[in-house]
């Protein structure tokens, strides 16, 4: 039991506020993205700096309280609260500085996404994320990042150069290529088992006007489109990424009311090449059956990282089942129409990310990403914003999955896991785990950060 008075000194140290229950403001602030996810946790603690974080790690180890570490709260598993735990939310440290000569980036551990796509496109650089800006550069990051630059520059943990972090035991270290280089190996894909990282420096690339957008087709001919999706991109030059859907048709504009609400497949391109061969790149394409549908076109690249936002606020019920994928045989296509067909409701969908081209080059034991050999990552998520359909999206994407991952390589990847048990982390991590087991034991041997997809220290 927590005593008042111990609360209050907590409190009084912090620079931010601290949440309990029954405060005004303790309702909003333990909800995170995914509304399937209701925990009540004991204490929030709004961090404003590192100095913050320090106190309540201590705070929280002292205590003997679960810790909960909160970026941007987007993960599938809802990872950033915990039932009874000290949250330590990162929200307030949203900062990020550009070095243009340098072409480095450093985000606070509670940036968003958008936050450095706006400020690095001042500089008309960019760094590789995911596909929606509201997503949290920290658990992104910490599991890898996977977006319309990957096969371009790599894995947003192949352009990490570095962390500032709060480890257990409250000490502040920074950990990059020099120092601390066990712990820098860790964070590129290990999730937040190692400690509170307090910012990120990245490298960021010369890249401000994407040629990008959808291209769709009808239902009907999706086994065609995935058989030649899958063959093209396989083959296509790094600058072009492309990630295969199924999904529903927006009911609402830029999309054309004969098509609103239709089921159909399509890819969503992002070609970041020279601009003057960017109608040459996408031939081929149109080629080879013209889409129903085709937005693609030059576009600011932060209006393409923020495009989706829309569709998917925060608040909707969500279900993920992933896995990596190494082939995609005829008959697994076969299986993907069946099940990508019926959709459950209209923002559920299925995305096969490509992660070969510069992802892909880099070794297995490079960083803990340990299926670089894969070619995709696949995702069935299905969303809804009404609770009532919880069991319609749930049971869709767990027959979706059950039929494919015959088909798959083994593991997923973390940041599209549900809490699915140590078997499954294990596989993700493969070879890598026992590295990862060593180094948590090293860092965390009492195991104080282990609401996450946990790494147990080694024995
Ligand atoms: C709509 C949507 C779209 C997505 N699209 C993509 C995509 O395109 N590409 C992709 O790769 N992923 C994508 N994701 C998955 C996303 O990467 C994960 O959900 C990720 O965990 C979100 O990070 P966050 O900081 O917002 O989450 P949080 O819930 O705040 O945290 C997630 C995990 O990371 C830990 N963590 C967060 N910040 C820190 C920190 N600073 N220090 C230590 N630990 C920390 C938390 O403890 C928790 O375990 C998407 C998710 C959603 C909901």
Request: aromatic letters at 10%.
């Amino acid at each position: 039991m927590l005593s008042q008075p111990t609360i209050a000194s907590f409190k009084a140290g912090l620079r931010g506020e601290l949440i309990e229950p029954g405060d005004q403001g303790y309702e909003s602030a333990r909800k995170v993205y995914n509304a399937m996810i209701d925990k009540r946790p004991r204490l929030i603690a709004r961090c404003m700096d590192v100095a913050d974080v320090i106190l309540a790690v201590t705070f929280g180890r002292e205590n003997k309280l679960p810790i909960a570490i909160r970026g941007g709260g987007h993960n599938a598993a809802g990872l950033g609260v915990w039932d009874e735990a000290l949250v330590i939310d990162l929200s307030p440290m949203r900062y990020v500085r550009v070095d243009p000569k340098k072409r480095t980036v450093l985000a606070g551990g509670g940036a968003l996404w958008g936050d450095v796509d706006h400020a690095t496109h001042a500089f008309g650089l960019a760094v590789p994320a995911g596909i929606i800006a509201t997503t949290g550069v920290g658990g992104l990051t910490l599991g890898g990042g996977i977006g319309h630059l990957t096969r371009q520059c790599g894995l947003t943990i192949d352009n990490l150069l570095g962390v500032d972090m709060v480890l257990a035991d409250g000490r502040f270290v920074t950990a990059n290529a020099k120092e601390n280089a066990d712990l820098f190996w860790a964070v590129r894909g290990g999730g937040g088992n190692f400690g509170v990282v307090t910012s990120f420096l990245y490298k960021a690339h010369p890249i401000h006007t994407d040629y990008a957008g959808p291209t769709l087709w009808p239902l009907e001919d999706a086994a065609e489109v995935m058989r030649w999706y899958r063959d093209f991109i396989t083959k296509a030059p790094d600058s072009l990424n492309g990630f295969f859907a199924f999904l529903t048709v927006p009911p609402g504009p830029p999309f054309p009311p004969h098509l609103h609400m239709k089921k159909m497949c399509g890819v969503v391109w992002c070609y970041t090449g020279p601009a003057r061969k960017a109608e040459a790149v996408f031939k081929p394409i149109r080629q080879f059956k013209t889409p129903a549908l085709d937005l693609v076109g030059p576009i600011p690249h932060p209006a393409l990282q923020s495009m989706f936002d829309p569709l998917f606020p925060p608040g909707q019920q969500w279900y993920w089942k992933a896995d990596f994928v190494r082939e995609l045989s005829d008959k697994a296509i076969a299986l993907h129409v069946q099940h990508g067909s019926a959709l459950p409701t209209w923002q559920s969908t299925m995305h096969l990310y490509p992660i070969d081209g510069a992802a892909g080059r880099v070794k297995n034991t490079a960083t803990p990403w340990a299926y670089r050999d894969a070619k995709w990552a696949e995702v069935m998520v299905g969303v809804d914003p009404d609770p009532a359909n919880r069991e319609k999206i749930s049971s869709w994407a767990k027959a979706y999955w059950t039929a494919l991952h015959p088909y798959a390589a083994g593991g997923a990847y973390v940041n599209f896991m549900m809490e699915e048990g140590d078997e499954r982390i294990r596989a993700t991590y493969g070879k890598n785990y026992d590295r990862l087991a060593k180094i948590k034991k090293r860092y965390d041997p009492a195991n104080l950060f282990h609401v996450n997809q946990n790494i147990k220290p080694a024995k």
